[in-house]
Every structure is written in C-alpha cells, then in structure tokens.
C-alpha cells in the first residue's frame, strides 16, 4: 500500500505562497524583518522535524533567529518522554509570556509530543492561554497552513489528530550542519514498552517507502552532506506492513551504495529483533559507523519481562558480546531506567552485572518517570525516591568507569574524524566525531568543517580525546 500524500504536499506548498505574501506586506507596514526561532526538545527525530518547521519558516519568509529573545515568531517542538521535559516547556512557555507582555504582537506556538498528551494538552490551554498555535505529531505537514491562518490574525489555533495513515514528503528543511543530516526512515512505535509513552504520542509504526529514502539521501548527498543517520524507534522492523519492502539491512546496503555518502549511523535498534544480517551488513560496510546504540533498560530478566522488552538478561548479554566478537571497533551505547515500579536491590544487581559483562562505551541513565496513559503508571508498586537515588548512583558510577576504561583503549591511535565544528572554549581547535560516536578536540580552524580528517588521539580526557592531525 502506497501511503504517500503528493496532494497534501501541493495544498500545503501554496500554504507557504501565501504566508509569503502576507509576511512581506508585515514587513513593508513595519519596516523591519519579521524573525521566528524554534526551540527543540527530546530526540533526534524531533531535532530532524524541527528542521522541517524551520524550512517551512524560512520559505514563508522570516529570518531565522538562533536566539528565542528577540524574535517574532516562537514555535516550541516538544517532549513529553520524562516528566522533566515537561517542566522544562513550562520554564520556557513562562518566560515567553514576559516577552509577549512587552510585545503584544509576538506569536507562541507549541508542537510536538506533548500536546498529544490529553492531560498535557488541557494544561498548556488553560495554564498557558496566551499560546497562539498548538498542533501535534501527526500534523506536523500542516504547519505552512496553521502558520498562514496566524500571519491571517487568527488566535487561539489548536488542532491535534489522534493518528494519520499518511506520510507527506518534499516539505522545505533547513539543515541545522551542512554536511551532516538525520533522514527519516519510519515514525511511530508499536513495541508499547509498558513504561513508555512514546508508541500514543507518536502513533503506529509507518515506514517510508526505500525509493523516497534513496532519492531523499541523493538529493541530501548533492547538497553537500556526507554523513546520514537513518532515524526510526526501532530501526530494524523497517518495512513491516509494506507489502514487497526491502528489510533494514538490505535498506542499509543501499544506502551505502551511494556515491559521496561517507557515512552512515542509524538510531535505535531495538534488542528484541536484531538480526545476524544487521551484524553482517555493519562488519561489511565500512561507510557503516562503528557506533551501536542498543537501549538496555534493565538488567534484570524479570523486570525487563514487566516493560514488555522481549529479550532476557542473558540474550541481551550473548547478543552484545556477539556483536563485539564480530565487530572488534564497535562502540556499543545504551540506555539505562532506574525505578521501573517494583524495582528491587537484586534488579539493580543484574543490572550492573550487564554493565560489567558487556562494558558499554557509554550509557544514558534515566529515573523512571510516570507516563499518564501507560501501563506502569496505574502499579501500585512504584519504588520510593530513597531507594531510586540509591540505585541511580550504583548504576551512573559504574557505567562511568566503564566508558573511561573503553575510552583509553584508543588512546594513542589515529582515526578518521568529521570536523563539526570551532571548539566553543579552546582558541584555535576544532572539535570532529570519530566513526564511534567520540568526539576529540584538536588543532584546527574552520576551513577543516565538514571535512573528514585522521586525528591522532593523544589523550583520553574520560568521554573525549585531545588530538592532533597525522
Ligand atoms: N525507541 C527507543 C527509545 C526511545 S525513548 C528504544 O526502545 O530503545 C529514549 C529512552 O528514554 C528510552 O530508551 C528509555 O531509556 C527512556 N525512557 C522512555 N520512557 C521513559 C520513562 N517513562 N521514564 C524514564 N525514562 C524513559
Ligand atoms: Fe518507547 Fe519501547 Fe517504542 Fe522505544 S521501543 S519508543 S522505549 S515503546
Ligand atoms: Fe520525546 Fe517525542 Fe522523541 S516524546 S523522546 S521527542 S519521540
């Protein structure tokens, strides 16, 4: 089934004429430019959906600001995976009226994840009722036609969808590297880990179609970018539900087959189903970056039964090791919760004993955070906020002590590096990624920026290196 919406993306082009029109009229009453900013929260496909709304942003007209302060148009892409992100939109949104009391003709708008929260949603209307626009996950692709309906003098716009079946492709984007770009591959979740609130704000897992990928990553490529990250909640169910679709390795493979492409990183595969072929493919492509993020969650067999991940303590450990006897150089990151409800001193146990057996190269903890609407949140057995800060420290030291000991293995040797970008606090460096995810500082200057160079990585400084070209 073809679930590509070509005149959705027409409507929605002439949507973008028209703001243009009427920004222009804007500023030849004013005299001055009108600027937007958008501020993002959360992963990397919201990082990626933003540059759409600022590619929407720029084509009707407006001047793109880095800074939310001075500008006209504000438009919040959210989070909701965490309580904390919720209170972090909050922080913002309160800050944002101070602003809009000094001028009353700025416009505020809320997007994302959170608003396709009902309890979330009645908050930010009620609590925040000077927000001009709110739109969610599912209508992303209508933002030119909201923005229109603003630049019209329209207030008080709230339009979220419980779901689509569509994907709208050849919206604007504005790239926030030059040389490096995330590319959608399938959005949703329907893994329904019973923690996570991702899977209802976010919708059913909808894969794009290869073909579009390929053309998207060519046109990329002809741009100037040289590395991808191929973006999905779990990468390796891509193409289920698409009759005759090529699988993610065979998607990989292909990507990799383009010329000018460099690099190639994908996020998140999933424990549960990754494949022997996916492993293959990795060790066989060297564009393939020598990077695998593969989110834990517990150590512990029984808990990781109760979030509905699908995979053992043991699997989990085999698999690692596999991958690690396959692919001496890989890096492999993860994700870590503590205080999943029920949560004991002997979950936690297992859980450090992954973290020893497997020696991840780095890992993201997380305290586990009630999500309305999910299944942990209605348990009764929730784990008291003493025992949770206990656990999280165990867990946070010795995940520590294993990415400084992974680090100093490549001290000494010399890698490829993509500068990204001038170091912000040493005069005269640079700042490039190696293929496994590290970043090292060295000497350098702007010219070197998108390009791939060998670095020498003299130092270990625990999470990054001190370097110098060969
Ligand atoms: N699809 C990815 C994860 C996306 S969310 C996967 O399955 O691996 C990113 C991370 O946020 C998760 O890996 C998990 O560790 C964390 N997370 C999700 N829900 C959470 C919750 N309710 N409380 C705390 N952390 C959570
Ligand atoms: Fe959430 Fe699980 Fe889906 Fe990841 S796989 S987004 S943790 S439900
Ligand atoms: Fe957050 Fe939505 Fe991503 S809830 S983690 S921004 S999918």
Redesign the pocket.
């Known amino acids: 089934m073809k679930n590509t919406d070509v005149r959705e993306t027409i409507a929605q082009r002439e949507y973008v004429n028209k703001s243009r029109e009427l920004v222009l009229k804007k500023e030849d009453e004013s005299g001055k430019r009108l600027t937007a900013s958008v501020v993002t929260f959360g992963?990397q496909m919201n990082a990626r959906d933003s540059e759409k709304l600022a590619g929407i942003l720029v084509s009707s007209g407006f001047e793109l600001l880095e800074d939310t302060e001075d500008a006209d148009f504000v438009l919040y892409n959210t989070c909701t995976?965490?309580d904390n992100a919720n209170q972090k939109l909050y922080g913002h949104l309160g800050e944002a009226l101070a602003r809009k009391k000094k001028n009353p003709d700025m416009m505020v708008a809320v997007c994302g994840c959170l608003p396709q929260e009902p309890t979330a949603l009645e908050k930010i209307k009620k609590s925040y009722s000077f927000v001009d626009l709110i739109f969610g996950t599912h209508n992303l692709y209508a933002f030119p036609e909201y923005l229109s309906r603003l630049l019209s003098g329209e207030r008080h716009i709230c339009e979220i969808f419980d779901h689509t079946d569509n994907i709208v492709e050849d919206l604007p984007v504005i790239r926030k590297y030059p040389f490096k770009s995330g590319v959608n591959i399938m959005f949703g979740?329907n893994?329904f880990?019973t923690?996570?609130?991702?899977p209802y704000v976010r919708g059913r897992e909808r894969s794009r179609e290869s073909a579009d990928i390929i053309e998207e990553i060519k046109n990329l490529q002809k741009t100037g970018v040289k590395e991808v990250m191929l973006l999905g909640?779990?990468v390796n169910s891509y193409g289920n539900g698409i009759d005759g679709e090529i699988s993610f390795p065979e998607l990989l493979k292909r990507v990799c087959d383009i010329d000018g492409i460099e690099r190639v990183r994908f996020m998140?595969s999933?424990p549960k189903d990754l494949s022997d072929d996916l492993i293959a493919v990795i060790k066989n492509e060297p564009k393939i970056c020598r990077h695998l993020h593969l989110?834990l969650?517990s150590g512990s067999s029984r808990i990781l039964k109760e979030m509905n991940r699908h995979y053992t303590k043991e699997q989990f450990i085999d698999l690692a090791l596999k991958i690690r006897n396959e692919i001496e150089d890989i890096a492999i990151t993860t994700?870590?919760?503590v205080g999943f409800p029920s949560e004991t001193e002997s979950d936690i146990e297992d859980t450090l004993d992954v973290i020893r057996d497997v020696e991840f190269d780095n890992a993201?903890t997380?305290?586990?955070?009630?999500?309305m609407g999910?299944p942990a949140a209605k348990r009764e057995d929730q784990v008291s906020e003493e025992n949770v800060k206990m656990y999280f420290d165990k867990v946070l030291s010795l995940v520590q002590e294993s990415a400084k000991k992974r680090a100093l293995i490549w001290q000494g040797k010399t890698f490829d590096a993509l500068v990204e970008e001038v170091n912000q606090s040493t005069e005269g460096f640079v700042t490039g990624r190696l293929s496994n995810n590290m970043l090292v500082h060295f000497k350098g200057d702007e010219s070197l920026i998108g390009n791939i160079v060998p670095v020498k990585l003299d130092e270990c400084r625990g999470f990054y290196y001190i370097g110098s070209r060969v």
Not at 195 to 198: E, H, L, M, R, W
Not at 366 to 371: G, L, N
Request: net charge positive; aromatic share 14%; glycine share 0%.
């Open positions: 992963c995976v965490r979740c893994n880990c923690y996570c609130i991702v909640q779990n998140t999933h989110p969650q994700d870590i919760m993201f997380f305290i586990y955070s009630k999500r999910t």
